[in-house]
């Protein structure tokens, strides 16, 4: 496993509200674990392994040949956002990868102060290689988009905050 890859699974799993993460293949063995001092734990078993230790404005990698590696990792805490009760949420139906556009050099389908009905495509979720459009399933006015682009998201997680109509 390279350690682009490796930092990849730290900022997702950082970016999502998955409390522990596990990953084997071919020898090689990765635990990702938040615990409640917002810290994350990684373990890995290979034959020779690279810890990737990460803080703010510094990425220090280090390669050596060991059998089990341990490594404290600090984690930015996610603060609940505060949503007034007379909006109406756009939750994720699905665990995936939000996108605000159907591709990269095209427009986002909507934007803060779009003007959107039931039925009207606001995002797409990619999970498993399949790119899932998101509609709105109600009228009303983007008042807050809550994720960022190429953000991992939840099942159940508020994706846009609307304003009815």
């Given at each position: ?24 293949s071919d020898g090689t063995k990765i635990k990702l ?84 009905n039931a039925d009207s495509i606001v995002c797409i ?41």
């Amino acid at each position: 496993m390279k350690i682009q890859e490796i930092r990849e699974i730290i900022k997702l799993i950082d970016q999502s509200s998955l409390d522990e993460f596990l990953y084997e293949s071919d020898g090689t063995k990765i635990k990702l674990k938040k615990n409640e001092k917002g810290t994350v734990s990684t373990f890995g078993q290979t034959f020779e392994s690279s810890t990737v230790v990460e803080q703010p404005n510094m990425v220090e990698v280090q390669t050596q040949p060991v059998s089990e590696v341990k490594e404290e990792v600090v984690v930015t805490e996610v603060k609940p956002v505060a949503v007034d009760s007379s909006l109406h949420k756009i939750i994720s139906p699905m665990v995936g990868t939000f996108y605000q556009s159907s591709s990269p050099d095209t427009e986002a389908y909507v934007q803060v102060g779009s003007k959107i009905n039931a039925d009207s495509i606001v995002c797409i979720v990619e999970a498993m290689k399949l790119f899932n459009e998101i509609e709105a399933e109600v009228e009303g006015e983007i008042v807050e988009i809550l994720v960022k682009d190429g953000q991992l998201v939840e099942y159940g997680q508020p994706l846009f905050l609307v304003k009815g109509i």
